[in-house]
């Protein structure tokens, strides 16, 4: 039973900093990716950012630059400072969790989503 928490969001104004955490708990197992996945009024899910228990980061084209993810591996949790903030990354973020169980990635595990509203 994996249970993820977020904080973070809000309001800010475009060219602003936001930074959302997210903390896993309930699973045993150290080999793992968490991220960010962002949905958008009327537009599907997609993956903002990533990092694996190693430290490997991912980010989406249109972030990269901007967003920087990181982690903290001894409480399970992580970091998305995001930075020079548009608009158009206005969305509903959820954090997720993906976890190697006999070989086999679990999950994903989401977390509650958190707002995050720029304004022009």
């Known amino acids: 039973q994996v249970q993820l928490v977020e904080f973070g969001g809000g309001l800010v104004q475009a060219g602003g900093s936001l930074r959302l955490s997210c903390a896993a708990s309930?699973?045993?197992?150290?080999?793992?990716?968490m991220g960010w996945y962002r949905q958008a009024p009327g537009k599907q899910r997609e993956l903002v950012a990533a990092i694996t228990s190693g430290g490997n980061t991912n980010y989406a084209d249109s972030v990269k630059g901007r967003f920087t993810i990181s982690r903290d591996n001894a409480k399970n949790t992580v970091y998305l400072e995001m930075t020079s903030l548009k608009p158009e990354d206005t969305a509903v973020y959820y954090c997720?969790?993906?976890?190697?169980?006999?070989?086999?990635?679990?999950?994903?595990?989401w977390g509650q989503g958190t707002q995050v509203t720029v304004s022009s």
């Open positions: 309930g699973s045993p197992f150290s080999i793992n990716t």
């Open positions: 997720y969790f993906r976890t190697l169980v006999a070989g086999t990635w679990d999950g994903p595990y």
